[in-house]
Every structure is written in structure tokens, then in C-alpha cells.
């Protein structure tokens, strides 16, 4: 029998928490170590495969062919030693039920706690976890089994390997001010007038970044040079109450605070900027049934309205 080589479980957390960051330094950052720590693991895994995982040739770390191919095995493996850690330590026997749902800001400040109040309605004894963040992160604590499911925007694609998304809803693009904007009163803001204001934009690792850059190239506009990037609500939010910048994002992440009075929609016709926002879950895995409960807690705060 051939001699498997020495692939040791840190080699395989560093591996996969690159592939989800694509980034050396915020994968070290999240594992607890230094850069040069990480940069030796995944070097050393390289040797001992004899083959490249990483495309080093951009800006971020891109998977190679067979980068992609290890991945799938190496997070069924590193969620498989999971199981059996929980097992041993008794964390299966817990009495409380625990699902955890990782929420894109798309839905975080609307549906989900519409969806965990129904919960709580019907299943009192279930733990709900619930995570935020940009949508790469949150996709790859799915695929290893930290997360349920996630609520949000659609993925591109090419993210959506070895997952399945359900629909629920669509959602567009809204450009937000604070209330007493010189543009909020205005009855047709055009997007030159609107672009001369500092912006607020989606970081790269956001799912909602590539349909504002589509929306802003289809009427001919360049990338914003006078902006800030974040999806931070807390911070959008607040910074636009005191300043005159314009925060463009999907409509369901400002509506709260569109609905309490101090942010407001500027009236650009966004209307081809419809997504879809739903359920994404790992392919062909069963959702236990505390998730399954979510998942129909979700579905009825849509159907409702709430």
C-alpha cells in the first residue's frame, strides 16, 4: 500500500481557512497565528502533495485545479473529525438543540429576526447561533460544518460549489441618505448628482459588490474614487446621519432604519438590480430538525410580511 504523506490536521485548518479568506494574513489572523507561520503550513502541505493549491499569480490567493479538488476532501474530513470530537466530549447530548445560521447583512436586519422570533414561538428549547459577515467567510464556515445554513443574497456561481440555494425573495439596489440629504427631496435623483457625494460601497468579499459595479458600468459610470467601503451597518448607518455621503446597498439592509426616519431612499429606478435572497445549505446534506424548523420559521416571516 502507498504511504500516504504526513498531512496533519493544522495543515489542513490552514488550508481551508485560506481557501475561504483567500488571504494568508486574515486566515493566520483567524487561526491565531502569524503570516509567516501560515505561509510555511500551506508551503510544507504543497511539498508534501508535490503539487500547487494556490494560483499566486493575483492579488488574492485563487484555488489551482487541484486546490479545489483537495478542498472538497478536506473540509469532509476536518467536519468529520469535528462530529467525533463533539461525540467524545458529549457535546451531541447537549439537552438544548443548537442551529446555527449565518446571516448576510442583506436579511440580518429584517428576516432573521422575524425568523427567530417565530422560532422561539414554536421551538423555545432550540439555541439559535447566529453569525454575520462577508459572504466568503460565512460560505466556507458552511462548507465545514460550523454553520447550518445562511440566509442572503445569492452567491456568484463560482462560489456555489457543492451548495444548494433556495428562494426566497428578490431584493434591489437602494442608494440611502440620511433624512435631510439635499437629495432626499428631490423627485428624480440622477446618478451623476447622486455619484458627486462621497459613497459608501461593498468590499470585495461582499456578494452585493459585483451588482453595483454592474449597475454603476450600465449607465456608464465609473468606480467611485471618493468612497468608503464597508458592510458594516452599524457604521453606514452612522456615518450617513452625520455626513452627506451616499451608502448604496440592497434596499432590506437600510428598511429598518429607513422606516424609523432617519435614513431615506433617494429615487434612482433600480429596478433591473433585482437578486435573490433565499437559504443556502451544503448539497445533499440532511438539515437536522431544529434547522428544518428555521428554514420554515424563514419561510413564513416571508410569506407574512414581517
Known amino acids: 500500500m502507498k504511504q500516504l504523506p504526513a498531512v496533519s490536521l493544522r495543515h489542513i485548518q490552514c488550508f481551508t481557512e485560506v481557501a475561504r479568506c483567500g488571504s494568508v494574513q486574515e486566515a493566520a489572523r483567524r487561526l491565531s497565528i502569524t503570516q509567516p507561520a501560515a505561509s510555511r503550513r500551506l508551503k510544507d502541505l504543497e511539498t508534501l502533495l508535490d503539487v500547487a493549491l494556490f494560483d499566486?499569480?493575483?492579488r488574492s490567493l485563487a484555488l489551482t485545479d487541484a486546490g479545489r479538488v483537495f478542498l472538497r476532501y478536506a473540509e469532509a474530513a476536518s467536519l468529520t473529525l469535528r462530529k467525533g470530537v463533539d461525540a467524545l466530549t458529549g457535546q451531541e447530548g447537549v439537552s438544548r438543540p443548537l442551529v446555527s445560521l449565518g446571516a448576510l447583512p442583506t436579511a440580518a436586519g429584517t428576516l432573521v429576526p422575524a425568523a427567530a422570533a417565530r422560532l422561539r414561538t414554536v421551538a423555545p428549547h432550540v439555541l439559535l447561533r447566529v453569525e454575520?459577515?462577508?459572504s466568503r467567510w460565512l460560505l466556507g464556515d458552511l462548507r465545514a460544518g460550523h454553520l447550518d445554513l445562511i440566509v442572503g443574497r445569492m452567491p456568484e456561481p463560482e462560489r456555489m460549489r457543492g451548495l444548494t440555494f433556495t428562494h426566497l425573495?428578490?431584493?434591489?439596489?437602494?442608494?440611502v441618505v440620511r433624512a435631510e440629504h439635499p437629495l432626499a427631496k428631490t423627485e428624480d435623483a440622477r446618478l451623476p448628482d447622486v455619484l458627486a457625494y462621497p459613497v459608501i460601497v461593498p468590499p470585495e468579499t461582499a456578494v452585493i459588490r459585483r451588482p453595483v459595479e454592474a449597475f454603476l458600468l450600465s449607465h456608464g459610470l465609473a468606480w467611485p474614487e471618493d468612497r468608503i467601503e464597508s458592510t458594516s451597518v452599524a457604521f453606514c448607518a452612522s456615518h450617513l446621519v452625520a455626513s452627506d455621503a451616499v451608502w448604496i446597498i440592497?434596499?432590506?439592509?437600510?428598511?429598518?432604519?429607513?422606516?424609523?426616519?432617519?435614513?431615506?431612499?433617494?429615487?434612482?429606478?433600480t429596478a433591473a438590480t433585482l437578486g435573490s435572497i433565499g437559504i443556502t445549505t451544503r448539497d445533499k446534506a440532511e438539515l437536522s430538525p431544529e434547522a428544518g424548523l428555521l428554514v420554515d420559521a424563514l419561510k413564513a416571516a416571508v410569506v407574512s410580511g414581517d
Open 132 to 134: 454575520t459577515g462577508a
Open 56 to 58: 499566486r499569480t493575483h
Open 250 to 269: 440592497s434596499r432590506g439592509v437600510a428598511l429598518p432604519r429607513v422606516q424609523r426616519g432617519d435614513l431615506a431612499f433617494l429615487p434612482v429606478d
Open 169 to 175: 425573495y428578490s431584493d434591489r439596489l437602494g442608494f
